[in-house]
Every structure is written in C-alpha cells, then in structure tokens.
C-alpha cells in the first residue's frame, strides 16, 4: 500500500501544480478573452468591463485559482467561454476518440513492431535486418501530417476503401467507427512502430548475447520459443517505458492528426480554446491530460514490476 | 459553483473586418504562379455547372464546412460564413439579398419605413410557426429582441444600438424605433439578428440554448456533435409550399483544405464551401463536380496606425501604397489568374464597386515612393523625432502562416526598396485582434469586408470612438457622407455617397489593399440548384454570397 499512497499523493500534487502552472501561463498570454468574447464592434469599454465582471478576470490570480480549485473537487469545471458547454461534458465527448484513435495506433505499432524488431535482432546484420532497418528509418523520417496525407491519397482518393474524413460514434456503428479511425490511427502508429522496432531490436540484441539464451539454444528450443518466450520479455523494458511516455503524449500528436481527419478529439478542442483564449476549456483540458500522464506511468511502474520478479520481490521484502 | 451566466456574448460575425484566421488568409495556401494559359483567362468568378434538370424529393447530403461554429443562438453565436450556411438551413432569414443587391423580405411579408426612415414597420407572414409549434407573431419577435437580442452582452447589442425599442402593432406587425434615421436598417435582419428562433424553445433550453436552435427554417434541427456532425432533417409543415426537396442535410466541419477536397473526390461529402483561392482552383479542375463561384466583399489589406508615428504623416502611408504592385501579391497569396486586384472593400459584382474609386488607386509607383519617403526623411519637423536623414523604421505585423508570412516578406521587400526600414513580427491571432483594437500597432495585414449594406460598416470602421475603427482614421467628409448614407433609400445616391466615402478614405492611406476573394461551392455533380434560389414571391435571389446556400431550394438525383 505505501506504494500506492505515495502515487496517489504525487498524483495529486502533480495536478495542483500542473493546474496553477496552466493558470498562470494563460494568464499571462496577450490578449484579453473579454475582447475575444465580444469582438471589436461590441467591445466598448463597458461591455469589455462586464463581461471580465462576469468572468472574475479582474481578481488577483490566486483568489481566480482558489475559486476555480473549489469548483473543481466537486466534479465542477465551468462552463466554455466560447460555446457556453460545460467543460466537464466537453472533454467526456472528446477523450474517448482521443484514447480510441491512440490506442488502435499503439496496438497497431506494437503489433506490427514486435513482430519486426524480434525478427530484424535475430538476423541482425542479415539482409532482412538491413531491409526492416532500412524501412523503418525512412517512415521515422515521414511527419505524421504528411504520412496522415499520403494514407488520405492512397486509401480514401485512389482506392476509396477508406472515409478520408469523418466519425462515428463507437455505440452508433462499430464498424464504421473503426473505417473513420483507422486512418487517423495508421498515420499516428507509423512514426510509433519505427520508434519501437529500434527499440525493440537493440535490446534484444543484448539479450540474444545472454547465457541463458544460449543454455536454451544448448537445450535444442525451437527458435520461435527462445524468440518470444524467453527473449522478448526481459528485451521489453525500453520499449515499455517509451510506450508508457508516448501514451501521455497522445493527445499532442493527435492535435495534427485530428484536425486533417476533422477527428472530433481533444487535441483539436486544445488547441481551438487557446486560440480563443477560451481559457476556462484549457485549465480543464489540462487538467485531465495531466491526471492521464501520472496515471499512465504509474501503471507502467506496476507492468515493470509484472515483467521482472526482480522488482516485484524487491519491493515485497522492503515493505 | 460554475460562472452564473444566462448568455454569453460572441464575437460579432458581421464587421468589416473579418476577424478569422481562416479568413485572413482566405486568399492564402500556396499554388501561386499559375501559367500563362490560366493568367490569360479574364479573372472573377465562375460558375460551371452541369444540367440541372427537374427537381427531385428525398435524398440525403453531407456538407463539408470550413469551421465549427460556437453556438446557434443568435446573440450568442459567431457566425463565419461557415455558420450562417448551417443557419439557413434550420432559420429563415427575415430579409435576404436580391440579384440586384436589393434587400427584400423573405420569411417577413414586408418591410416598411416611415418617411424620415426612423421607423420601420414589419409584417409577418400569418401562419407560419418554429419547429416546435410555437407560432411566428409579433410577440415571439418582441421576446427575441428584448430578452436575446438586446440584452446585455449579446453579441448583437451595439449592431442594434440604434434601435430603442421594439413595438407590437398587432398580432403580425412590429415596428423597430431607431435613435436615428438609417435607410440600411432592414439590412440588419439578413443576418443573425433576423433569424427568429423559438422563443419558447430556447427559455427551455436555458444555458444550452445554443446547442439546441429551433426555427422556422426548411429544416429542422436534429443533432449536433461538436467538430463532428450537425444533422437536420426536412421540415414537414415548411410556409413555403412544395419546399424543402431534401430529406436530411449532414454538416461536417473539416478545417484542412486538402483533407476536405479529398473527402470530395473520394465521396464522403457532397458539397464543399471554400475561401481559400487555390482551393477554388483545385476544384475548378474536378472531374464530376460542379463549382459556384461568387466574388464577394472581402479583400486583404494593411491598416496603418494614423496615430502612430511615423505612419501618422500621410507621406509615409502614401509612399508605403505606392511602393506595392498588387499583382506580386495576389501571386503571392495565390490568386494569379483568379482575382483581380481590389481598391475597396467591394468586389467587382458588387453594387457599391466603384470604377472611379478603382481608377483612382495607384501602385507600383516606387519613384514617387521614394521622393515622397525622402521629403519625410529630410522634414526637420519629421513626426517620429529622429533626425532629418534617418531612416524610416516601423513594425509590421501579421498572424503566423506560411502564405502569410511569404505576404510579409514581399512586403518588406517592397518597403526597404523605396528606404523604409521594415521589421516583420509573427503575432498570434487573438493578440493581432487585439492590439488592432488598442491602437497598439504601426502596420499589420488584416482582412476587410462583409456582404451587407457599406452603411454599418463603413460607419464602424472609419469614426471616431468606434472599437473597430483600427486605423484610427476619421474626417469630416466621411462622417457628413455616412449621416447622408444613413438618410438615403436612394440606390443611385447611395453609390454616389459610398464612392465619396471610399475616394475620401483612399486619399489618406489608411489602408492598402492586395486582391479581392472568390468564395465558391463546390458540388458532386448530383446536387443540382446551389444558387437558383428565389424569394417566396419568385423574385430570384442573390446565389450563394461567400458560399453560404439557401439549403430548401437544393435538390440531389441519386
């Protein structure tokens, strides 16, 4: 348990940090929302004066962020300046077709990466390491915009198997769901999946060097089990940490990829409110990223231990 | 507990001005130089279509949009060109553009001022009610003016100012009294402020009235998903006999142009509206699709402080337009062949072009540029201080974009050619808006112009005390034409006065322009009648203006 008591504290000073830091930061951004609320025909000096009334922008910060941490606990984010939705409700429509569309490309990316990295270590320096080595350094060189365009061109002009754009809900249609998201999802897992088959391959280099890999050969295990069974899993721990960080990160690269696809995902809300200085969506939208980051890597923590008895039985005997 | 707040207001969508990003680099996005072929062709817009043939019932279409917009509550709501075409859809305007230019009712009966143009008197159609049964009467009007329309920080308050109050005259009628005589008033209902909404309705809806419009339009609202999908579906007790043709109408916002030609060629969508310039000719290349093009009121500009040393001295601003050959710039922005050059906040098919005033605006003069920078230069008395000999220096700014940066640089170039010393800022959006409004800038690109009557417009931008009157530029001659403009029903006078108007501004280089916009819709060759629309009583109506659609009138063969 003081492992997870430690994790929920760190959690919870993370958010209050992250929170104050984000309200700090939009306040010091150019720009007053009142006059972005209003517009230049309507804000006239009384009016620009009401409406930052209205949004309390003229209390000092602290008193701004106290009120608005209040409101918070209790499941309150405010309401958007801009389209007047709750905040709450906002990020509740959006998150899960950010979550969707990053977690088809990690399966994606995983699924096609272990696969290639295990083979492309097992053959290093062989023709098919050099061929994967080779392929996976140019789709790394590919941003994910202009991948997001190419698949676009192939898929949905040239052989129209695939909608260039739109969504469906998952409950509405599950099918069409998944044609919607493919797409997008390809075009995050491929900068994913190089990333991950380098990863992957290097250290399962190291441990193909291992003695015991070596007892398993003297053993006479066929390849395919030495490769997945007894090489793949101490090989993992890089590649788990980096996918437990690029987890977190799925909402920046999602921001792209969203708005290409006119994906209705969080990223594209981000990044329309800080434009609009809809500052109220921000501090939430941060908010909820932030909490997912902790989370994620604490349970990346939790996998490590999964993955290696070491840390399982060293965290056991000191506690 | 959240903000306590029962509506908020909204940037106001009609202003010279036009404030959104995406429409400030409208013209952008590459795809400059087109070849000779194309240059040759006379610039303006097209409109290729297929045969359209006899109307058809049923059928389903998506629409792919620029943007998403905030909210449908007039008051409330920002509406981009973007959103007013949502708009007609489920709201009916209560009066509309002619092909003349001339404004008419259309969900009104009629219009009517008194003689001194104070008052204007309403008529409604009996009969005709909100999707949710609530009748269209004198009432309904009067609740919408003064609960949304008037009330305090509805982003329709100061474009209705000058109406004091609204009075019922009988069950159908209703007079606006205004603090002034303004012969453009009627103007004033062909957007936001005359799209009647469920009174009833949106009491109901409360906070979230904007997410759930009810009107009188040919469609009825049926969901929205933000940044995904609004869907509406024909309104079976339509006023308009015989209309909608459409059984359901599906908008989706895809901002990136290329991804929403793609969505087009590939079939996700049926129609597209656009403002960038090369999009308009990417789609004019479109095998199956057939193009509506209008060129509309909306050109890129400069504004220049005229408060702000050194572009307070007329010379200075002179020489900064002289120095500019447009034509390099519409290269720039991509719309060599398309556009032609502007002078004006009017395109060439608008009623208020004027020729004089196009005759009148000179560039691409760097001589004279240069002699009038020199004479500033060399004024012991010069306006920025320095001394007599030192260069001319100031800050340009413009929002961050590749075209726009691209436009930047020509600019510069332009300026530091004729011995201006030209330092370029990249501003963000929000921060560029808002020092135009402070006064807090010498010389940044901007957008101008809006299809509605020059009265409001020209008003707002060029008088004193006004918040939009980012130049800070104002004279007597304007402001004696503008109260003559407002007192005048007069077509003929009313050109006259505008083209004074525009002479005057363009004598003291307030701003500068580059080239006018073709806005187009874009359509799979089965969507028939995008711009054939009529006025109840077959009067025909004024096409699509910036790719907005009168969506009841639209019919599809598949």
Redo the contacts between chains.
Sequence with gaps: MPLLLRRAVALVVTLLVVSFLTFCLTSL????PA??????????EE?VA??RE???LDDPLLTRYVHWLG?AVTG?L??S??????VGE?IA??LPVTLEIGLLALVIALAVAIPLGTLSAFQAGGLLDRVITSTTFGVLAVPSFMM??LL??VF??TL?WL?????T?LTEDPVENLRGALLPALSLAMGELAVYTRLLRSDMITTLQQDSITMARAKGLPTRRILFRHALRPSSFSLMTVVGVQIGTIVGGAVIVE??????GVG??LV?SI???DL?MVQGVALVIAASVVVVNFTVDLLYSLLDPRIRHGRAATA | MGLRRTRRPRLAARMLWALVAAGLVAAGCGGGGDDDADAAEPTGARTEKSEQGDPVYGGSITVGLEAETNSWLPGEANFANSGITVALAIYDPLMRRDADGVVRPYLAESMEPNDDLTEWTLTLRPGVTFHDGTPLDAQALKTIFDDYLKAPGSNLAADLEDVEEMVIVDDLTVTYRLARPNSAFPDSLTLAAGYPFSPTAAAAAGEDAGAHPVGTGPFVFESWERDSQLVVKKNPNYWQEGLPYLDEIVFRPIPDEDTRVSSLTSGDIDVLQTLRQATVSRVRELDGVDSYEQLGNNTGVNIFNTTAPPLDDIRVRQALALAIDREDVIEVLGGTGLVPPSSQPFGQDDPYFSEAVDEAWQDADPETARELLEEYVNDPNRSDGKAPGEPVSFRYDCPPDPTLNELSQLYQAFWQAIGAEVELRQVEQATHVSEAMAGDYQAKCFRMGVDRDPYPNLKSAFTEGSAANFTRFTHPDVDAALEELAASTDIDERKQLVEEIMLTVNEHYPVTYSGSTLAAVAVREHVKNLDGWTFPDGTPGSGVPGATVMWGHVWTTE
């Excluded at chain 1, 300046?81 to 709750?86: F, I, L």
């Excluded at chain 1, 909608?163 to 969504?167: D, H, K, L, N, Q």
């Excluded at chain 1, 708005?259 to 209705?264: D, I, S």
Aim: hydrophobic share 40%; no cysteine; aromatic share 6%.
């Design positions: 951004l150019p720009g007053d006059v972005q609320i209003l517009g230049p025909e309507a804000a006239t009016n009401a409406v209205e949004l309390r409101d309150d405010g309401r300046y801009r389209t007047n939705q709750p906002a429509e959006r997001a365009i676009i061109l949905a002009e129209q909608p260039a754009t739109g969504w809900r708005t290409l696809f006119a994906v209705p594209r809300l329309d434009s609009q200085r109220m």
